[in-house]
């Protein structure tokens, strides 16, 4: 999925951890992701969060999509920053999931917490 996904590739996003129901991914910071206060936008950080959810809920093989999310921004990130978010699965019932994504900065403090919907897709036509 990630070799497809030119949004990610674009922000320098890389999937560092993949397992079934769990996934984790960095991104750096950079200078065009800074808003007009002098931080990181939130829009990069839940597109990180996001992109973590994306690997972990299509961990197990079908296409699986978001069907919503939420996102609570915690502190915030600066320039230059290596942002972590891991995806964990807390539980898959029929074509839906929930997962609860972490965002922390280099030093460990919660940056994001994202909690996102999955709905895996119908085969067929």
């Known amino acids: 999925m990630m070799a497809g996904d030119a949004a990610s ?7 560092t951890e993949l397992a079934e129901g769990a996934a984790d991914c960095r991104m750096t910071v950079t200078a065009a992701m800074i808003n007009g206060h002098g931080l990181c936008h ?6 990180l969060a996001d992109t973590a959810f994306a690997c972990a809920c299509n961990s197990h093989g079908p296409v699986t999509v978001a069907a919503g999310a939420e996102i609570i921004f915690v502190s915030p990130a600066r320039e230059g920053e290596v942002l972590t978010a ?3 699965e807390r539980t898959r019932f029929g074509r839906s999931g929930v997962y609860d994504i972490t965002v922390r900065g280099e030093d460990g403090r919660v940056v994001a917490e994202f ?4 709905r ?6």
């Open 9 to 15: 590739a674009a922000l320098g996003i890389e999937l």
């Open 42 to 47: 939130g829009g990069y950080v839940f597109l």
């Open 86 to 88: 891991s995806a964990r």
């Open 115 to 118: 909690r996102g919907r999955s």
């Open 120 to 125: 895996t897709l119908r085969e067929g036509p």
